[in-house]
């Protein structure tokens, strides 16, 4: 039987959807999908690091859209 970590679990539910990182971020889904395919066009990373877990299944971690806001917080 496999039993999942409990970090692991917690990782998971940290996770979000597309539209979920859109809200916490404030912006629109269509941000974030440009942002993801300027920098496959590019080669470059994008301005908020994804899993993609599928054709059409894309989920960022909490911390790294949280760590995104942090980085372009204007003083």
């Known amino acids: 039987m496999s039993h ?3 970090t692991t679990a917690r990782a998971a539910s940290e996770m979000l959807t597309t539209e979920e990182a859109a809200a916490l971020l ?3 889904r269509r941000f974030l999908d440009k ?3 300027v920098a496959r066009q590019n080669g470059t990373p994008p301005a908020i690091p994804y899993s993609n877990l599928g054709h059409r ?3 960022y971690s909490r911390a790294d859209v949280l760590a ?3 980085a372009n917080r204007v003083d």
């Open 4 to 6: 999942i970590s409990e």
């Open 26 to 28: 404030g912006v629109t």
């Open 35 to 37: 942002d993801r395919h």
């Open 57 to 59: 299944t894309v989920r």
């Open 68 to 70: 995104f806001l942090d």
